[in-house]
């Protein structure tokens, strides 16, 4: 994409992009079948009066991660599975970005960013600790998670080969992450876990 395709909408190819919309009914069915959690995003520095300049970037940062992680964590079974992500809503001038998706491979994503946001950790010992406490606090806060789903998390903790992507998301001013802690369709009420996974950059730091 060149710079006058994002920022302006030159010679985008609509045709080919309304044809991909409409060949994307297994999509939308498989999401609208699942049990769907609700993942927010809340980042800071989005006045009222000024447009989303960064929507499209955070939007794709997103949802390309979100497959990625799938990709490379998930079984061929476990990813044929899965469905991908999809926007929910943007609340207005909060920098609050909504999205939906299964369980499974959110969690995996978001201990992806985990993982990112630690980025400047000192050593593999550290490593270690921050991985128990990772993973004892998805299994106390989301006991629906699996045996299955803890490999994925510990494979998306190590060697996700697309962190530094997950760096530039951080660095967008993501100042907090939460899950629901069930199914937006669940009859219970809906509350939201703070993943507790975002961590503050020093001021002297770039996202790599």
Known sequence: MSLEQYWMGKNLN????????????T???????????????????HPKHLPLFDHEVLFKT????????KEECFSAKAYDEAAPIFLHRIERGSGIFEFLAQF???????????????????????????????????RR???NADAS?????????????????????IGQGLDRVEVSKVPLNSPTL?????????VVLPKDSKPE
């Not at 609509?14 to 009914?25: A, C, P, S, V």
């Not at 809906?190 to 975002?198: I, R």
């Open 14 to 25: 609509l045709d080919d992009l309304w044809q991909d919309f409409y060949k994307g009914t």
């Open 27 to 45: 999509y939308i069915e498989k999401v609208a079948s699942s049990d769907l959690y609700l993942l927010r995003l809340t980042f800071s520095g």
């Open 62 to 69: 997103v949802k390309g991660t979100f497959h990625d992680v």
């Open 104 to 138: 499974d491979p959110l969690m995996t994503w978001v201990v992806a960013l985990a993982a990112a946001a630690t980025w400047y950790r000192k050593s593999f010992a550290d490593d270690q600790e921050i991985d128990e406490k990772c993973l004892a606090f998805i």
């Open 141 to 143: 806060e989301f006991p």
């Open 149 to 169: 789903d803890t490999r994925a998390y510990l494979k998306a903790w190590t060697t996700f080969g697309r962190r530094h992507v997950l760096h530039r998301l």
């Open 190 to 198: 809906v509350t939201m876990v703070d993943m507790n996974v975002v």
